[in-house]
């Protein structure tokens, strides 16, 4: 979560995937709960490592959430 407690990130591996790749979410938070889905981007194991250093450096925050994917 940013240090203002408005935008969350959420990094996911693909479970169906053999190569080291995932995505991560961008969402808009509402007391300090994802409210907004706002973009998702693929990322490499090494791009979401070096963006959560970058992110913590500048006071970004790890939030511990249960996000459960529901089949429709």
Known sequence: MDPKGKTLLLFQK???SEKTIGSI????AVNGLPSKFISRKQASA???ITRWI???ENGWRR???????KAA
């Open 14 to 16: 693909e479970s169906t």
């Open 25 to 28: 979410d961008k969402w808009i």
């Open 54 to 56: 970058e992110l913590t």
């Open 46 to 48: 090494v791009e979401a």
């Open 63 to 69: 939030v511990d959430m249960n996000f459960e994917v």
